[in-house]
């Protein structure tokens, strides 16, 4: 059973001044009215809102959102997750224990090991060590909860990267930072006074956006899927 309260104090504290500095950065108001800008090539203003969304099951919308995100998924797995099979029962049983209306900051024990076992079955259907698209595909589904985790975003706040719990705690311990929550509101206050369409993005897209677009120019594309768990 996972301690999703204990964090590492260190690891948190570092965690915690690269991202105030990214969300405090001049630029990052300007960056982040650009990834949610429906006229540039970014993905902030369909992944979440793709239709149709149905809370508790994948389908082709949300396949066909997560490659806007630069991530793809395999023909097998397309099968697995699409035809009438018991895999995709299963996955609609996973996502039916996890509560659509729950935000990181407000999750407790049990519904973080709901995500965790959704998460952990998305990832086993995709085969391979497709943790990035797991995410990815996680997050569409549960965006207040589920965190965009992939190596852009660990490598900019410099998350652990050894267990995937690990770093649910530590991003969950950071949306509960009074520090971190009024850099964000300042961000999202900022970024609309210039004109970005920020409504109903929960809180923690904002952090995962404005985390991954820190050191990206209009041009940039991400990268492959790293190592991780």
Same mark, same amino acid.
Do not use: A, E, S
């Given at each position: 059973?996972? $301690?999703? $309260?204990?964090?590492?104090? $260190?690891?948190?504290?570092?965690?915690h001044q690269r991202t105030l500095g990214i969300l405090t950065a001049p630029e990052a108001p300007a960056k982040l009215r650009h990834f949610y800008d429906r006229a540039a090539d970014r993905a902030g203003a369909t992944f979440h809102t793709l239709q149709p969304v149905h809370p508790y099951d994948i389908g082709a919308s949300d396949l066909l959102a997560i490659t806007l995100m630069d991530v793809t998924v395999s023909p097998r797995a397309v099968r697995a997750m699409l035809d009438p099979e018991p895999t995709r029962e299963a996955l609609r049983e996973s996502l039916r224990r996890v509560r659509p209306d729950v935000a990181l900051a407000d999750a407790d024990a049990d519904t973080l090991d709901a995500a965790a076992s959704l998460y952990e079955r998305v990832k086993l259907v995709l085969g391979g060590n497709k943790w990035v698209t797991a995410s990815k595909i996680c997050a569409r589904k549960r965006p207040a909860l589920i965190p965009v985790r992939d190596s852009v975003v660990v490598e900019e706040i410099r998350l652990p990267n050894t267990d995937f719990r690990i770093d649910w705690a530590l991003l969950r311990a950071l949306v509960r930072d009074q520090e971190i929550v009024a850099a964000l509101d300042a961000l999202a206050a900022d970024a609309g006074a210039i004109g970005a369409d920020l409504q109903g993005v929960p809180t923690l897209r904002l952090l995962d956006s404005a985390v991954w677009m820190h050191r990206r120019n209009i041009g940039d594309r991400s990268g492959p899927e790293r190592v991780g768990d």
């Open positions: 059973m996972t $301690d999703w $309260d204990h964090v590492d104090r $260190d690891t948190f504290t570092t965690l």
